[in-house]
């Protein structure tokens, strides 16, 4: 997998300038629940976050860069609030964190702005993380690595296959869960616990 690469233009020298781009990304995330992704304009981001049209394009070409850039700050958070988990929890073996991994996701698409429309990025472009990659493809290597790092687990291909679908067959089932309701059908969010701890509790038996 290779380094995601940085939607902007350049990158904010001062502290000023870094607080601003964080108030674009908040603008547009703002913008993507009241309007969706169609109605996301590079001078709606400014004027929401009361910049000139010109601090936008100082930073990003286009609304898909500051899209990319915010869905880059949800996967961040989403590595970060899993991380602690790891980190604090006491799991008997890696499959067991499934059931926190999906509470962390539905938690994020209930309170973080803008994240039920964008999550890491498909709404935009099914490659905004990583032209080399499709967007599920990098939250399942971001999960592998962590995996790895933190249970000790060995890196293999059979792993990356296993997370790989693990994360589309989930993101799959937690979809239905929120077309069924805004907060996320409980019952539906339940079962992909239950089909994928059951698939990745196979496979570390057959493994």
């Not at 703002?30 to 309007?35: A, T």
């Not at 890196?155 to 679908?165: N, R, S």
């Not at 067959?169 to 059908?185: H, N, Y």
Request: charged letters at 30%.
């Amino acid at each position: 997998m290779t380094e995601i690469r940085t939607p902007l233009r350049r990158r904010p020298a001062q502290r000023r300038s870094a607080e601003r781009v964080q108030r674009m990304l908040d603008a547009c995330a703002e913008i993507l629940d009241e309007d969706g992704y169609d109605g996301l304009t590079t001078t709606r981001i400014a004027q929401r976050a009361e910049v000139a049209i010109g601090s936008v394009y100082q930073f990003f070409p286009d609304k898909r860069a500051v899209a990319q850039a915010l869905a880059l700050r949800n996967l961040e958070e989403f590595g970060d609030r899993i991380s602690a988990r790891l980190t604090a929890g006491r799991f008997g073996d890696w499959s067991d964190t499934v059931g926190a991994i999906i509470e962390i996701f539905v938690e994020m698409h209930r309170t973080v702005p803008g994240f039920r429309v964008l999550r890491f990025g498909d709404v935009a472009d099914v490659n905004l993380l990583d032209s080399d990659a499709d967007n599920n493809a990098v939250v399942a290597d971001r999960l592998r690595r962590m995996i790895v790092d933190t249970f000790g687990v060995q890196d293999t291909p059979g792993l990356a296959t296993a997370l790989a679908i693990s994360v589309e067959a989930g993101d799959a089932v937690l979809k239905m869960a929120f077309r069924r309701s805004p907060e996320g059908d409980p019952e539906i969010v339940a079962e992909a616990e239950r089909l994928i701890h059951g698939y990745l509790a196979a496979h570390i038996q057959e493994s």
